[in-house]
């Protein structure tokens, strides 16, 4: 089965900080990885993916995730966080390819504060 | 915008009723693929269509049923509602490609009363 957890379901950053959300991923086939934002009474955005090839993958405002395949570990990271980038943010994993329906963590509020 | 558009935005009625959700997909997108999102359960895969034949099934309850259209919208029903079914309902849509990336509307929020 596959699965995905969120370390901490709300993180406080300062504007300016580093922003990282956690996301291990638990797969039986090679996982397709993916994170999504959350802007409030919005969908699903999805900022980047990781399928096959570079495990440094990176995605729209600023973020990018690493997959590590030892540590089954798909963090996001942005390097200085911003207060658009408010938001709560959902790290998904498909059954493996060819599978488009994902399988979501139960996500992460992000807090910055001014 | 995401080109996924749902209808309605919101949805108020009592226990035991039915509803109807509404989902048009992104042009060109054969896909949909319906999703509930509550407070206890977050995020929950319910059911795939792909051009009008259900492709994969997730956690849908048997009070609830989905179908596409040949127009390739898709509705969702939800029956004999209850309490617990209080969510707000996504639908997403994507390409013909293997693992495509979802793209999703703004939702239905249906409160049951």
Redesign the interface.
Known sequence: AQSVTQLGSHVSVSEGALVLLRCNYSSSVPPYLFWYVQYPNQGLQLLLKYTTGATLVKGINGFEAEFKKSETSFHLTKPSAHMSDAAEYFCAVTLGAGANNLFFGTGTRLTVIP | D?G?TQTPKHLITATGQRVTLRCSPRSGDL?V?W?QQSLDQ??Q?LI?YYNGEER?K?NILERFSAQQFPDLHSELNLSSLELGDSALY?C?S?GQG??????????TRLTVT
Request: glycine share 16%; charged share 0%; hydrophobic share 35%.
């Open positions: 995401s996924v896909s693929y999703y977050g995020l895969f795939q994969a997730g996504f997403a994507s293997n693992n495509s990336p979802l793209h999703f509307g703004n939702g």
